[in-house]
């Protein structure tokens, strides 16, 4: 089976523009969590969406958003970009209720905020 | 509320010694604790979690690591390091099995091996 997927790799923005990560999770899992990166605050839960749902959120602003699709796939949009949001943002998927939910984590995208 | 707390943002060990790295985590309720290992530029990897039941786990690449309620802690251990064991560990919990209510991650230990 495929991995979870995360495009693109790396990206570069300045301040003031928004971006859109893109993850894919593995086949068959329903649940997508995002998470946030820094060196400062370490790794940080952002939300996490099952069956095109948020169920569970983090404590960012509402600058930090997201949504899934029908086929799992996520994506996470952070509106006016600010410096403190250069980070690696990794996506994870997982099965619930099953005997093998487990986090599976992708490669990451590294956002830098010029 | 949860946190976890990794004693040691750095650890060095010589190859064929033994690794420690402690974690211990606080929580209202009984946890699901995980460690997770992080190489350069990768994601993170499952080493292993406890759920329920036996209290000693055991995971991927001869890593265990033991829950101790009385001592709120989720130490890793390995009893040989190897060269390839280099990069970072962080220790997590959740309220979930699986912990898709949002995992909360320690700060993590950097694993040096010296030859």
């Known amino acids: 089976k495929a991995g979870v997927t995360q495009t693109p790799r790396y990206l570069i923005k300045t301040r003031g523009q928004q971006v859109t990560l893109s993850c894919s999770p593995i086949s068959g899992h329903r649940s997508v969590s995002w998470y946030q990166q820094t060196p400062g605050q370490g790794l940080q839960f952002l939300f996490e969406?099952?069956?095109?749902?948020?169920?569970n959120k983090g404590n960012f602003p509402g600058r930090f958003s997201g949504r899934q699709f029908s086929n799992s796939r996520s994506e996470m949009n952070v509106s006016t970009l600010e410096l403190g949001d250069s980070a690696l943002y990794l996506c994870?998927?997982?099965?619930?209720?099953?005997?093998?939910?487990?986090?599976?984590f992708g490669p990451g995208t590294r956002l830098t905020v010029l | 509320a949860q946190s976890v707390t990794q004693l040691g943002s750095h650890v060095s060990v010589s190859e064929g010694a033994l690794v420690l790295l402690r974690c211990n985590y606080s929580?209202?309720?009984?946890?699901?604790l995980f460690w997770y290992v992080q190489y350069p530029n990768q994601g993170l990897q499952l080493l292993l979690k406890y759920t329920t039941g036996a209290t000693l786990v055991k995971g991927i690449n001869g890593f265990e690591a033991e829950f101790k309620k009385s001592e709120t802690s989720f130490h890793l251990t390995k009893p040989s390091a190897h060269m390839s064991d280099a990069a970072e560990y962080f220790c997590a919990v959740s309220l979930s099995g699986g912990g898709a209510d949002g995992l909360t991650f320690g700060k993590g230990t950097h694993l040096i091996i010296q030859p």
């Open positions: 994870a998927s997982s099965l619930p209720g099953t005997s093998t939910d487990t986090q599976y």
């Open positions: 969406y099952f069956s095109e749902t948020q169920r």
């Open positions: 929580s209202s309720v009984p946890p699901y």
